[in-house]
């Protein structure tokens, strides 16, 4: 389909279909391979490698060369792993998405809960950690909004310990970076806040949660300006 409908390469079907040409400039056969290898590296169809997500780039051809998105990082566990239902949404903060009421929502990474903040948004809560081990070790980050929580101030959580469920009305979560010993999301004392505008520090947590395997999309047509990236993110 993205050959035949989007990049019309010299050997694709007619446009809806899912025919080809074999042995054409489509490469259809190696694109076919590659799709296999990459979703066993992730873990489907028997593998479990999570060796590959993102091939390696040249040194400086691009940022993501640093960080590879292998889906996986030492020590830390993808916060919507056990969450179902979910809705992506726009990067702004942090990232949003919505979920089934009641999934669990847990700690990406070892983490001391910092504060409770009871109405950060529109009567909702959020609550505020400090990543206590790996590589993002001091750097603060919240669950906001649409969330009962199910921890307490000073309170040390394990990753992929549940600190909240999603709650049955309100307007959806936001996850992202706070502001170290503050009291704000990040993206408010560095760049500042526009409703509907992407923050660098809210495209970072998108990147990082890519990082983790969660698979958030890029955000992209749902906010405008720069929606994922990797500013903020420490690396693997």
């Known amino acids: 389909m993205w050959m035949n409908d989007y990049e019309q390469c010299s050997g694709a079907g007619p446009a809806g279909s899912l025919s080809y040409r074999p042995g054409s400039l489509c ?6 391979s590659y799709a296999v290898q990459a979703l066993q590296a992730a873990g489907g169809a028997k593998g479990g490698s999570g060796t590959l997500v993102l091939a390696s ?10 960080f590879p998105l292998t889906g996986t990082i030492n020590g830390y566990t993808n916060p919507f792993e056990k969450a179902t239902g979910i809705v992506w949404e726009r990067t702004d903060q942090g990232v949003d998405a919505t979920m089934t009421a009641g999934s669990p929502l847990l700690a990406f990474a070892p983490s001391k809960v910092e504060m409770i903040v009871p109405d950060f948004y529109a009567g909702q809560p ?20 649409q969330i009962q929580p199910t921890v307490s101030p000073g309170q040390t959580v394990n ?4 600190v909240a469920t999603f709650a049955s009305s309100g307007t959806g979560i936001e996850i ?23 923050t660098p520090a809210g495209a970072d947590f998108r990147y990082l949660l890519q990082a983790l395997g969660a698979n958030p999309g890029t955000g992209a047509g749902m906010s405008t300006g720069t929606t994922i990236g990797n500013s903020y993110y420490a690396g693997p």
């Open 27 to 32: 490469e259809a056969e190696k694109r076919q």
């Open 57 to 66: 780039a040249p040194a400086r051809a691009s940022c993501n060369a640093s």
């Open 126 to 145: 959020a609550i505020v950690f400090e990543v206590t081990a790996g590589p993002l070790a001091g750097k603060w980050w919240y669950w906001s909004e």
């Open 159 to 162: 990753a992929g310990q549940v």
């Open 176 to 198: 992202g970076w706070w502001t170290p010993n503050g009291g704000y999301p990040l993206a408010r004392t560095t760049t500042g806040y526009t409703e509907g505008t992407a």
